[in-house]
């Protein structure tokens, strides 16, 4: 840790000084030199007099410049002050823009606490929407649901959703994805939820023609809207699969398959660099907590973290959208 104590003349420049890439500082120091002006925590030098010139905040450092503040996220120097000197930077999303969350489970399967609990949780986190994602057959070390224990749990959905005017429980399952691509309900089954939502936990050393080739079956489902945590990896526990991210959002463009960015602190998955990626190929995002408990939606400030690290916008993300527009969005209800 690296503790400064200034004075205020000096925070604004110290604070964008430590913040941000190595190679942003360089670039943002070079246009300072340009302009007579030398740069450092302490603030602006005139060169030919060394005269100083104090920025208590970090807008006044970017104003000097001529620039536009940019968010710390951007601070990268992947074309952020070409952006800046345009005034071109966007605003970026900002956890208060969710209007809903994609992946929650319950103690049906693999969570802690029942469907109510969660949708009242999210509902005191300023949320319209919550999506039940408990895990399918396939997933049996999860209790993962089969077909008729869904319709169990639709009954208690449809019971719920009585209590409130301000907030609707989504029916949704995470179906897993089999080996061979197939998945653990029919058609006719996923065409009754409100969203399908797909992810691998098993065989995920499969080779990357094989895990690919096992993920585009699935997303080619009509029903099939969102494909979770798409390297299925565990920060310090497990790598990520070798799938072929590039083919899978070529597919999910094509489909009309919406990608995630999972917020658990130990997913953060797709990461900030991916995620950018997956927007210029066109590809519709979601940011998603992956609850098992109402703690877990902290997993939705994380999640966001990413966006903004990518780049993203409310433009980009389909979960800021209210669920009746959202609806339209997804590929079981296109016209």
């Known amino acids: 840790m690296d503790l400064r104590v200034l004075e205020p003349k000096h925070w604004g420049s110290a ?16 246009i300072a030199l340009d302009q007579g002006l030398s740069l450092s925590e302490w603030g602006f030098k005139r060169v030919k007099d060394e005269v100083e010139i104090f920025t208590p905040t970090e807008e006044e450092v970017y104003a000097k410049l001529g620039l536009q503040w940019i968010p710390p996220e951007l601070r990268e120097a992947s074309g952020e002050l070409e952006l800046a000197r345009q005034n071109k930077i966007p605003r970026l999303i900002e956890l208060s823009d969710l209007k809903g969350d994609l992946q929650a489970h319950s103690n049906w399967s693999d969570g802690s606490f029942t469907i109510a609990e969660m949708a009242e949780a999210a509902r005191a986190r300023g949320l319209k929407y919550l999506a039940i994602t408990d895990h399918s057959q396939g997933l049996g070390i999860a209790r993962g649901l089969t077909p008729e224990r869904v319709k169990e749990q639709w009954a208690e959905i449809d019971a719920l959703n009585q209590r409130w005017r301000d907030f609707v429980v989504l029916k949704s399952i995470e179906l897993e994805i089999r080996a061979d691509g197939s998945l653990d309900f029919p058609d006719e089954l996923l065409a009754q939820f409100d969203v399908v939502t797909v992810s691998t936990h098993s065989a995920l050393k499969q080779s990357r023609e094989k895990i690919t080739a096992r993920v585009i079956r699935a997303m080619q489902n009509p029903y099939v809207d969102i494909y979770l945590h798409p390297t299925a990896r565990l920060i310090n526990e497990r790598e990520e699969s070798a799938i072929d991210l590039e083919e899978v959002f070529r597919i999910a463009k094509e489909t009309g398959t919406i990608l995630e960015i999972d917020g658990a602190p130990e997913r953060l998955d797709l990461d900030d660099v991916r995620v950018r990626r997956a927007r210029e190929v066109g590809v519709q995002i979601v940011i998603d907590s992956d609850a ?32 009746k527009e959202l609806r339209k969005r997804l590929k079981r209800n296109r016209k």
Do not use: C
């Not at 916008?313 to 800021?320: E, F, G």
């Open 15 to 30: 604070l964008q000084y430590f913040t941000g890439s190595k190679e942003h500082n360089i670039a943002l120091r070079q």
């Open 292 to 323: 098992h408990a109402p703690a877990g939606f902290d997993g939705l400030f994380y999640g966001v973290a990413m966006a903004r690290r990518a780049g993203l916008t409310t433009r980009d993300v389909l979960n800021t959208l209210e669920w």
